[in-house]
Each structure stands twice: as structure tokens, then as C-alpha cells.
């Protein structure tokens, strides 16, 4: 496959996989929609759904890695990098125009949630103050574009990606790929997609499984960029968390691929 095929395959793919992953977000938590607090299982089940989609539409493009941590994987295990950057930067692209879709989808309920006096509190009002002072860090809303801990321990939200990661990239490893061996098969995009239901529904709890650096990092600069009112802080402060894990935890699971299945 080109360069450009590759490029264009992960932009799309990514987008896509963005675009009903933080739709599904929005939809549980934003008021005013009509799937507001449908709750846990919606949201890792609309996450797999939306990896389902990814992949079949883009496979035939690029492979459909859409995940800086199967990129690298793949790498390890393969030993060729010269296409590593390229998948990349489309997957950067993809996830930030998907948050993007995410945001124009929802655009009225963004504004409806970010306005009503009890998220963000009556303006100039002491309550309102304390509000924004909790949420300086990460926003209301933050949640629907990236990821967060419930609990601020860096070695336990560290560790909790680096597993999640892992489990995710040793099965595309071992059951995912296509005949090639570089991108996800017809079965492998199924079998990854209840993979990621499963992460979320056993290992998402901590942290809100990024297991995908440019899944979080992508949209957590679009909400950083957009014109969101009372949106609060993006949690910059975090945000190296749900990229460097997802990476050791790619790694590792190569480093096994290669060491125990090869």
C-alpha cells in the first residue's frame, strides 16, 4: 500500500472511530439529549460499534491501525518503520476531525450543558467561582473529547493503560491481523471490536481506557482549540498519561507477540 493510501485510510478510519466514540459520550452525558444517561454499557458498547466501523470501512486503505500503539506494535514486530510516521499523522488528523464532527453533532447540546446553572453555576456567584476552580484542571466536558482518571494516582492510571493497551494489542497480534500480517483482517475487525467492549467493561473503570494515544490526545487539543463556553481546563497535566502507556503497553505486547507466538 502507498503512502497516500495509508494516510488517507487512517484519517478516515480514525475520524470515523472518533466520531461515534465521543458521539456516544456526548450522547449519555450532555443534557438535552435524548440518550442522556443511558450509562456504562452504552458507552463501551458504542465504542466498540465505533471500531467496528472504522475498521471495515479503511482496512482495504491503509490496514486500519487507527491506534498509535498497533502502529508501533506492528513495527516491532515486523521490524519496518519507514511508514510508522505517515500512520501517525493520520490517526492525529483523523481524531481531531472526528472531535471535531463530535462537537457539530452536538453542538446545541454543548451549549445547553455548559450554560445550565447547575453545571456550571450561576455567573460572578460564589458557587460559580468554586466550580471553576475545580474544574481549572479538566472541564465538564472534557470527558466526551479524551480521558481521565477517577482517581490521581500516576502509577495506578499509568499501569492501568499500559494493561489495557496491551491486552488490546497482543489480541490484534494473535487474532486480528489480515493474511499480510500488517492491518486488521474481516474477522480481526470483529474480534478487536469485542475486545475493546471488553476492556471497557473490565479494565475502563480507572481511567476511561484510552489504550490509544491519538484517541485522547487528538481530541483533547480540539477541545483545548474550540470555542466552548465555561468549558474549563483540558488537564494538560495528565494528558501524557493516555499517550505514553497506551505506547509501553503496545510495546510490551510485540515484545511478547515475538518472543512467545512467532
Do not use: C
Not at 443511558?38 to 466498540?48: D, E, N, P, Q, V
Amino acid at each position: 500500500m502507498s503512502s497516500s493510501d495509508i494516510f488517507i485510510g487512517e484519517t478516515i478510519g480514525t475520524a470515523i472511530l472518533i466520531l461515534l466514540g465521543a458521539g456516544v459520550v456526548a450522547a449519555v452525558v450532555l443534557k438535552a439529549s435524548k440518550a442522556q444517561n443511558a450509562g456504562w454499557l452504552a458507552i463501551t458498547f458504542g465504542w466498540g460499534f465505533a471500531v467496528l466501523t472504522a475498521v471495515y470501512t479503511t482496512a482495504p486503505l491503509s490496514g486500519a491501525h487507527l491506534n498509535p500503539a498497533v502502529t508501533l506494535a506492528i513495527a516491532i514486530k515486523d521490524g519496518e518503520w519507514s511508514n510508522v510516521p505517515t500512520y501517525w499523522a493520520g490517526q492525529l488528523l483523523g481524531a481531531m476531525i472526528g472531535a471535531t464532527l463530535a462537537w457539530v453533532a452536538y453542538y446545541g447540546q454543548f451549549r445547553a450543558h455548559l450554560t445550565d446553572p447547575e453545571i456550571v453555576g450561576d455567573p460572578g456567584t460564589e458557587a460559580a467561582k468554586a466550580i471553576e476552580a475545580r474544574e481549572a484542571q479538566a472541564g465538564p466536558v472534557l470527558g466526551v473529547f479524551s480521558t481521565g482518571p477517577e482517581i490521581r494516582n500516576v502509577a495506578q492510571n499509568l499501569a492501568t493503560e499500559i494493561i489495557g493497551t496491551f491486552v488490546l494489542v497482543i489480541a490484534v497480534l494473535t487474532q486480528g491481523l489480515n493474511d499480510n500480517g500488517n492491518g486488521l483482517g474481516i474477522l480481526g475487525a470483529l474480534i478487536t471490536a469485542l475486545v475493546v467492549v471488553g476492556i471497557g467493561l473490565s479494565l475502563g473503570g480507572p481511567t476511561g481506557y484510552a489504550i490509544n494515544p491519538a484517541r485522547d490526545l487528538g481530541p483533547r487539543i480540539v477541545h483545548a482549540l474550540l470555542p466552548l463556553p465555561n468549558k474549563g481546563g483540558s488537564d494538560w497535566g495528565y494528558a501524557w498519561i493516555p499517550v505514553v502507556g497506551p505506547l509501553i503497553g503496545g510495546a510490551l505486547a510485540a515484545g511478547l507477540y515475538k518472543l512467545a507466538f512467532a
